[in-house]
């Protein structure tokens, strides 16, 4: 459980940044509801928890092959 001495809230500048990809895909992601956000007084702001549990989810194990 998180408490509000360790939350730490991202931008979207932030994610396009972490991600490595432009602002718009950053919205896109949004608009799907892909990725989960709050949204306070107008701003998005993004979980550093949330955002880690994102990329373990989107995480693709490799295939091996046996020669």
Same mark, same amino acid.
């Given at each position: 459980?998180?408490?509000?001495?360790?939350?730490?809230?991202?931008?979207? %500048?932030?994610? %396009?940044?972490?991600?490595?990809?432009?602002?718009?895909?950053?919205?896109?992601?949004?608009?799907?509801?892909?990725?989960?956000?709050y949204k306070?007084?107008? %701003?998005?702001?993004?979980?550093?928890?949330?955002?880690?549990?994102?990329?373990?989810d989107c995480?693709?194990?490799?295939?091996?092959?046996?020669?």
């Amino acid at each position: 459980e998180q408490t509000t001495d360790s939350l730490k809230l991202l931008s979207t %500048s932030d994610l %396009s940044k972490i991600f490595n990809i432009s602002q718009a895909s950053v919205y896109r992601l949004i608009d799907s509801r892909r990725i989960p956000f709050y949204k306070i007084g107008g %701003s998005l702001r993004f979980s550093e928890q949330d955002i880690i549990k994102y990329l373990e989810d989107c995480r693709v194990e490799p295939i091996f092959r046996r020669r």
